[in-house]
């Protein structure tokens, strides 16, 4: 594993790159859940796995959060983009991958859907246990006060360690992601889609994935874990099932 710091459009986003022992032209690009850290169990974990199968992967914390540059007034889903595209033309610079697998859990697997909409160089999108709206875990009014108040409080488990990191989220975050309709937005991917959905998830309903899946272009793809929840990563038998479920799928074996 190599950390490194990749320049974005408001200053530079801490990312750890895992390298294959056998190169290949196949890169994946992991995005966190809302407000959730790079260093997060399922997504070292799933890093570890692509990398065994031949891929180079770069998990990242967005613009504003953890050890990334910029403010948490900066984290939107616009932004999100902006970061992945200056990973993605990162990488290139330095090789010549033909396969960009674009994937991560909750939000980052959303956010993952809707970037490759917009950039025709994403080759296969992974999401796992995704909303149907940027907002759709938050309630009517928990959003009201949201904008009443101007910004939300949320806590995060700080990575191997007992304490938590606090995040005021100013309300500018649900301005930015009102713009994106993802189910409007599905109906235009046409890159190979696996759609992941968790059994006990009462996050993300298995109906609320399904609700992407039958809306989606084929190819496509559609996983239901059984006995898995919404925060498999604090478990890691339950990790390592879930990733020889989801990377046995055909479009990212190949």
């Given amino acids: 594993m190599e950390g490194i710091k990749i320049q974005s459009s408001k200053g530079k ?28 169990s399922h997504l070292v974990y799933l890093a570890n796995d692509l990398a065994v199968l031949g891929y180079t992967v770069v998990r990242f914390d967005p613009t504003g959060t953890w050890d990334s540059d910029g403010s948490i007034s900066d ?9 992945i595209r200056s990973i993605i033309e ?16 909750s939000r980052g697997g959303v956010v993952s859907k809707l970037y490759a909409v917009r950039d025709p160089r994403v080759s296969v999108v992974l999401a796992i246990m995704p909303p149907y709206s940027l907002i759709r875990t938050v309630n009517k009014d928990k959003i009201e006060k949201w904008k009443v ?13 007992q304490e938590k990191k606090e ?5 500018s975050e649900v301005e930015d992601g009102k713009q994106y309709d993802v189910l409007n937005d599905v109906e235009k991917l046409h890159t190979p889609l696996i759609l992941v959905a968790g059994e006990l998830d009462d996050v ?30 604090h478990n890691i038998d339950e990790i390592k099932k879930v990733n020889q479920l989801v990377l046995a799928t055909e479009y990212i074996v190949k």
């Fill in 167 to 171: 995040f005021k989220v100013p309300y």
């Fill in 204 to 233: 993300i309903l298995p109906e609320d994935v399904r609700l992407i899946y039958n809306k989606a272009n084929e190819p496509k793809q559609f996983i239901l874990l059984e006995g898995i929840n919404h925060d498999y990563r």
């Fill in 13 to 40: 986003i801490a990312v750890v790159i895992h390298r294959p022992r056998i190169k290949t032209e196949k890169l994946a690009i992991l995005c966190p859940g809302h407000l959730d850290s790079k260093d997060y």
């Fill in 149 to 161: 108040e101007g910004f939300r409080t949320s806590v995060r488990d700080i990575p191997n360690s």
């Fill in 75 to 83: 984290y939107t889903t616009t932004q999100c983009f902006v970061d």
């Fill in 90 to 105: 990162y990488m290139l610079r330095a090789e010549n991958f033909k396969d960009i697998l674009l994937g991560g859990h």
